[in-house]
């Protein structure tokens, strides 16, 4: 199958850490260009989790919005169905004679939504191998875990941190159902060719600044009601899916809720958490050399909109 596709529109990208304002500058690039927005981000996919994942809620939506409330919490997901999914939407906006701007700050989600990524078997759900080793880190431990690979692909070993069970295991996998390592995957990733047009734009907040938004964004979150959400996902029976280790926000506040940290810890360790993920994602994201950077430390969502807008003009009429 070809990887590659023709739209009449390229895929406007804007991507970023969490709270540097994507959500706010997409819906305004989609409503000044007639668009529809499609979120890269692998929590927004879960119903019920909306507040902790700063999805932008129906009544606030300005266009119409893809990728949001696509499972329930807990249900696997990956970046190989959400390619797929991506790409239908894409196809889907274009036919409507609208621009897919694709909004998110998951660096592999974006990367496979636009990148000719070609994702074997063994990133599908339900993979033996996986629950082999998955279950061997859940009884020996992560570092345990990691020294294993370390004797078999020391290489690869090297590249991850040894609690990085998920990537661990993802090694494992390769080694095993792909005949390939996951170091040589990551030294070719940088060479991986684009399979669908895109512009793409990343919004810069310098991080002291974003610090401090990060810690008034979840200062919000507690306000409007992130631990009455938690709650009642907990009581519809999604305690596996919110204290899973990606789910920030969640996890924490399931830890305040059981007795075993007060609030007051939670709120701290959730503001911890996202700064960290923040850092990821800036890293992930500073090595991709095609992103246009906008500078977004006013926060001002009109102004970064004008600057992107401005730069695909200047694009198309190259």
């Not at 500058?25 to 890269?40: F, I, K």
């Not at 792909?178 to 060719?193: F, G, P, R």
């Not at 899973?244 to 959730?270: C, F, H, M, N, T």
Request: glycine share 8%; hydrophobic share 40%; aromatic share 8%.
């Amino acid at each position: 199958m070809s990887m590659h596709m023709c739209l009449e529109r390229p895929v406007i990208c804007i991507v970023g850490p969490t709270a540097s304002g994507k959500s706010d500058a997409a819906q305004l690039v989609a409503r000044r260009l007639g668009g529809e927005v499609v979120s890269a981000d692998s929590m927004q996919i879960y119903r019920g989790m909306d507040i902790g994942t700063g999805k932008v809620l129906p009544e606030e939506r300005l266009v119409p919005h893809h990728g949001l409330d696509l499972i329930d919490p807990g249900e696997p997901y990956s970046a190989a169905l959400f390619q797929a999914y991506s790409r239908t939407c894409f196809s889907e906006i274009n036919s409507r004679g609208n621009w897919p701007i694709l909004a998110g700050g998951t660096g592999l989600y974006v990367r496979a939504a636009i990148d000719a990524y070609d994702f074997p078997s063994g990133e599908q759900v339900e993979n033996p191998v996986r629950e082999r080793y998955t279950t061997y880190a859940n009884e020996h431990g992560p570092q345990a875990l990691w020294e294993l690979l370390n004797e078999i692909d020391p290489a690869s070993a090297a590249v991850l941190h040894p609690n990085n069970v998920r990537r661990v295991v993802r090694a494992f996998e390769m080694l095993e159902c792909e005949q390939t390592t996951y170091a040589e995957q990551l030294k070719n990733l940088s060479s991986i060719e684009q399979a669908v047009p895109a512009l793409f734009f990343g919004l810069y907040v310098d991080p002291e600044i974003l610090k401090a938004r990060i810690d008034a964004r979840v200062d919000r979150m507690v306000e409007t009601g992130l631990v009455e959400e938690v709650e009642g996902l907990l009581s519809k029976g999604f305690r596996e899916g919110v204290t899973a280790p990606q789910a920030i926000g969640y996890k924490e506040i399931v830890r305040a809720l059981e007795g075993e940290i007060s609030l007051d810890q939670a709120i701290e360790d959730i503001k911890l958490a996202t700064r960290r993920y923040a850092k990821r994602q800036r890293t992930w994201f500073r090595k991709d050399v095609r992103i246009k950077w906008i500078d977004a430390d006013a926060g001002n969502a009109e102004d970064a909109a004008c600057q992107i807008l401005a730069h695909i003009d200047g694009a198309l009429h190259e």
